[in-house]
């Protein structure tokens, strides 16, 4: 029911940023749960950041507390991920989720639909 589509990836230097933007369509975007996950080359896919459905809770990885901001803007069903001071570790495809999920709730996993991916490259 959800189609999911990300963008601004790209190659970025190290200390640089990036903002990534995810465009929601075919479901009520206000009724999901969001959250981005990363996929190094030969790595598992791991949770980065979630933001409940009215964007007013979020919860983050530790290692990115600080340097990664997650938004939300319901009248334009986006979803953002602000990366800032960025490091070769970073090097990953980012993929948009979403879920159902209740107000005030972020979830860690769980997630059933997905965007394409983003790749995002950090040069040293």
């Known amino acids: 029911q959800v189609q999911l589509v990300e963008s601004g990836g790209g190659l970025v230097q190290a200390g640089g940023s990036l903002r990534l933007s995810c465009a929601a369509s075919?479901?009520?975007?206000?009724?999901?749960?969001m959250a981005w996950f990363r996929q190094a080359p030969g790595k598992e896919r791991e949770f980065v950041a979630g933001i409940s459905r009215g964007g007013t809770v979020t919860d983050y990885v530790e290692s990115m507390k600080g340097r990664f901001t997650m938004s939300r803007y319901n009248a334009n069903n986006t979803v953002y991920l602000q990366m800032n001071r960025l490091n070769p570790e970073d090097t990953a495809v980012y993929y948009c989720a979403a879920k159902y999920g209740g107000r005030g709730t972020v979830a860690l996993d769980g997630y059933n639909y997905w965007g394409q991916g983003t790749q995002v490259t950090v040069s040293s």
């Open positions: 075919g479901g009520t975007f206000g009724l999901h749960i």
